[in-house]
């Protein structure tokens, strides 16, 4: 629970002030004890929910104008729907202990409602009307005691963005404890800069090299000319422009050899975009002796030089303790190897995102996070014929 965001914004605090029993969890607005009437005239005590709509931590316009409500469907007085409320009812876990039955529609009639506490507040109205029309002394004001606490989170501020699209629980299934990144080149920043988003307590960057002006036409987001003049290692030139948004990002400034690939011994998961075919075969036969689930990236760009365009594929396999032997069929391990993009020295940055997000959407299908019928293990996209194709599948697929 986070109270600490709640003091932070009059609206928040205003309810807290006023006895609800609110509390922060997981970029929901959680309040408590919310009395009603069920079908049986009965008075019972349900939960609203609402997403939070933040900028940097500071509550804005609630995004709309609908609420969860744990509980069964509130009634009236006599036990009949409260029509007021148009209702989607679907049982719905919205993040760890938090399930709901109800989804509730009542705008006002400005369309909007402009800040926490009024949306609050008119749906407890509605809600516990016929409650307090049974028994006037029930309430969802109970000044309970508040135990100031901070939510426990890898983020400096709140991850509204799952909790507004109502897939906090789902995230979580991601949350791993431990990758590595191996390579900060052009795909591997791009699939840093979307790993980083996700729930995952550490994040490890393992390269030697520095962060050139080369390297800024290839990489999310934009460096300043002072930081190039800086000269700073790729990995805490990265760890700096990630840790203003999260904890756990561990910069390893360093190649891996025989010695140092040690290193990787007891990770969840691996990305493996590295530009060197020995370094490859080091780092994957590693991981194919310790068991541990990775995907390597590879791409080829070719200039034609008669048509003055480029043609190529981006690739992506994924190797796991249950399925590995097709590696070696998919992945040159050569120094100057036919899939190795770098060789041929063409990287364009819209190539390199690519590359990251079919490798981190493979990642989290891994995971469970996207429905996954296929399982493929390997994947390529033709750059020319706009074709995805997949491949080394665990389950069979009707065509």
């Known amino acids: 629970m986070s109270t600490e965001l709640i003091n932070l914004n009059p609206d928040l605090l205003l309810l807290r002030n006023e006895g609800y029993d609110i509390e922060v969890r997981n970029g929901y607005l959680v309040v408590q004890s919310v009395p009603y009437v069920n079908s049986r005239c009965e008075i019972a005590y349900g939960i609203l929910v609402t997403d939070l709509t933040l900028n940097n931590d500071l509550t804005q316009r609630p995004n709309n104008h609908q609420i969860w409500f744990a509980g069964e469907h509130p009634c009236n007085k006599d036990g009949s729907i409260i029509s007021a409320m148009g209702d989607s009812a679907a049982t719905q876990t919205l993040c760890d202990g938090l399930e709901v039955q109800h989804r509730f ?60 699209a109502g897939i906090t629980t789902l995230a979580k299934k991601i949350a791993m404890d431990k990758i590595a990144i191996v390579g900060l080149g052009g795909t591997g920043s791009y699939a840093l800069d979307l790993v980083a988003k996700t729930h995952v307590r550490e994040i490890h960057l393992f390269d030697g090299d520095k962060f050139l002006q080369h390297n800024a036409f290839r990489a999310p987001g934009a460096a300043s000319f002072d930081s190039l003049k800086n000269k700073h290692s790729k990995v805490h030139y990265y760890a700096n422009i990630y840790g203003q948004m999260r904890r756990g990002i561990f910069p390893h400034e360093e190649f891996l050899n025989e010695e140092t690939v040690k290193q990787l011994a007891g990770f969840n998961f691996v990305f493996l975009c590295v530009d060197n075919g020995t370094v490859r075969k080091l780092v994957s036969n590693f991981l194919h002796e310790q068991k541990i689930a990775f995907i390597d990236v590879g791409m ?42 770098y060789q041929s020295n063409i990287q364009v940055a819209d190539m390199n995102a690519l590359n990251a ?43």
Not at 363 to 377: N, R, V
Request: hydrophobic content about 35%; proline content about 4%; overall charge positive.
């Open 357 to 399: 997000a079919l490798a981190v959407i493979k990642w989290k299908k891994y995971c469970g996070f996207y429905q996954d019928c296929c399982q493929e293990h390997q994947s390529a996209y033709a750059l020319e014929a706009h074709a995805l194709t997949r491949d080394e599948m665990a389950r069979m697929v009707r065509t």
């Open 105 to 164: 529609s009542c705008k006002p009639p400005v369309g909007y409602y402009t800040d926490y506490h009024l949306k609050i507040t008119q749906y407890v109205k509605i809600i516990s009307n016929p409650a307090r029309a049974i028994d006037p002394f029930v309430t969802a004001r109970t000044y309970k005691p508040i135990k100031e606490s901070k939510e426990d989170s890898i983020f400096f501020y709140t991850d509204s963005a799952s909790a507004r």
């Open 300 to 341: 080829n760009l070719e200039l034609i030089e008669g048509a003055q365009c480029l043609r190529g594929t981006c690739r992506v396999t994924l190797s796991t303790p249950d399925k590995s032997d097709h590696f070696s069929r998919h992945v040159s391990i050569a120094d100057k190897g036919a899939d190795d993009l």
